[in-house]
């Protein structure tokens, strides 16, 4: 398969997707929601909802017995196909993408998993998940792929020109390599040690892309409620990071590392008296600003930080 | 072999009358020790042997064999080696002062990535999830088997 098929492949079959938002961008990351949702509807790519769709098993009921999380996350991609009628399912929170994409992984390699999820679907009522029945992709897959670079840089024209961005893609995109088997494939694919679709987005957007080391490491999240102090260390380590990269802006895709970042960020101030000034957006929220979309509608008053007035400053807002 | 406290502040404090080749090698060797500490607090020798010709490589391999979450640093560990590889290229006067600023602060990542997860050390299969309440440890390692080392 040439890339060039791929590619009009995808942006075909991306056009339309079924959505899972799951619960972080109904509660903390509602602007993540708001803007992703802006964005689709700017660039006319379609979003269905999937009805009824539950926790994707996240942490806490990985933690119990992580073949449940495969079920429920089965459960949704279900959803996608036999009621949403989708072939793809869109999750732009890294967990929930993450637990979907190895919960297809689980699915089709361990019988166990596979049984479990054929028990616990007939016992439901519902159709149980059969591998392969839906791909799960990540909102920059959408986006790069749904609509299509050139024809961003056509719709865009440069909307964050001068603004210097650090690209920060946290831990759960990327790893374990082996649920990701579409990465690391050359031409398009993405890369699993230096992701790069969220730079090459804000690139077509006018954003200077810094070299950011850290662009794929953890940001303390497990740690935030066990030991706070490292979350915050570890935050402050990033945020100075991208300051020292000589960035104004770290660029998020994850709602766990964006209110990681945004959180410890303050507590850092607090608790150690270091400041830093970078601002913490959603890579949705700066593409929708870029194409036009008012501050209000990417939901940027909704950040906990508050990167408004540096974003008027800069012409952007 | 320093203890996670001292490699912090040793990362904390300013590295005054070192070549920019010392201060390198310097944060180089503090990332090996984290990672000695880690593999000696799991029971194991650490490796004394190289990967790609950096023994830091090494021990992040064999730190991540059966527990597949610390791949979770394999990055941080070569972005350390990508930048004692541009400090070690440049001339005597060049200035490297940003580069090496910048390999402070990953190695600084790698001392409070391994220490917070050496603290919390149920940390299963991946670091955002801890060990599974209702699994034996066989049928942990069933679950979590494929080592992405």
Redesign the interface.
């Known amino acids: 398969m040439t890339k060039e098929i791929d590619t009009a492949d995808r942006k075909e079959k991306y056009k339309k997707v079924a959505y899972y938002p799951g619960c972080a961008l109904e509660g903390s990351a509602q602007s993540y929601d708001k803007s992703t949702r802006a964005v689709g509807k700017k660039l006319g790519l379609e979003l269905v909802e999937i009805k009824d769709w539950n926790c994707c098993g996240a942490m806490e009921v990985k933690n119990v017995d992580p073949e449940i999380q495969t079920y429920l996350s089965s459960r949704v991609m279900s959803l996608a196909k036999n009621e949403s009628k989708q072939d793809v399912v869109m999750a732009p929170c890294n967990g929930c993408y993450h637990n979907l994409k190895k919960a297809e992984y689980d699915i089709s390699n361990k019988e166990k998993s596979k049984a479990v999820v054929e028990k616990i679907s007939g016992k439901a009522g519902h159709k149980a998940y059969e591998s392969g029945e839906v791909e799960t992709i990540h909102a920059l897959d959408w986006i790069k792929f749904g609509y299509g670079e050139e024809e961003l840089k056509r719709k865009i024209k440069g909307g964050l020109k001068g603004l210097k961005v650090a690209n920060y893609y946290g831990c759960m995109y990327t790893r374990p390599r082996h649920i990701f088997p579409e990465k690391d494939q050359g031409g398009d694919s993405e890369s699993t040690s230096k992701p790069h679709y969220m730079d090459d987005l804000l690139e077509i957007a006018g954003a200077e892309n810094v070299e950011f080391p850290l662009k794929t490491a953890c940001c303390g999240g497990a740690h935030t409620l066990s030991d706070s102090d490292m979350s915050t260390k570890l935050v402050l380590n990033i945020l100075q990071a991208a300051e020292a990269a000589g960035a104004e802006v770290i660029a998020t895709e994850c709602p766990t590392c964006h209110s990681g970042l945004e959180m410890h960020q303050i507590r850092a101030l607090k608790r150690l008296s270091k400041e830093t000034n970078v601002k913490v957006i959603y890579f949705t929220q700066l593409l929708g600003m870029a194409m036009g979309i008012s501050p209000r509608k990417v939901g940027l008053n909704a950040n906990i930080s508050d990167s408004m007035k540096f974003m008027k400053q800069k012409g952007i807002a | 072999m320093r203890a996670f406290a001292e490699l912090e502040q040793y990362l904390d404090t300013p590295q005054a009358g070192l070549s920019a080749a010392e201060r390198a090698t310097g944060y180089l060797q503090a990332g090996e020790e984290i990672l000695e500490q880690w593999i000696i607090a799991h029971g194991n020798d650490p490796a004394e042997g190289k990967k790609e010709g950096f023994r830091i490589l090494a021990l992040q391999r064999q730190g991540s064999k059966g527990d ?1 979450s610390f ?6 560990c ?2 350390l080696v ?2 004692y590889n541009l400090v070690q290229q440049k001339n005597a006067d060049d200035n490297v002062g ?1 580069i090496l ?2 390999m402070e ?2 190695a ?2 790698l001392v ?2 391994v ?2 997860k050496m ?2 050390a149920e ?13 034996s440890p066989d049928d942990i390692n ?2 979590t088997g ?1 080592n ?1 080392a």
Do not use: I, W, Y
């Not at chain 2, 791949?71 to 941080?76: I, K, S, V």
């Open positions: 597949p791949n979770a640093c394999r990055e941080t070569r972005e990508f930048h940003d600023n910048m602060l990953v600084k990542h409070l990535f220490g917070g603290q919390n940390l299963g299969e991946f670091c955002c999830s801890s060990k599974s309440l209702r699994l069933a679950v494929v992405d």
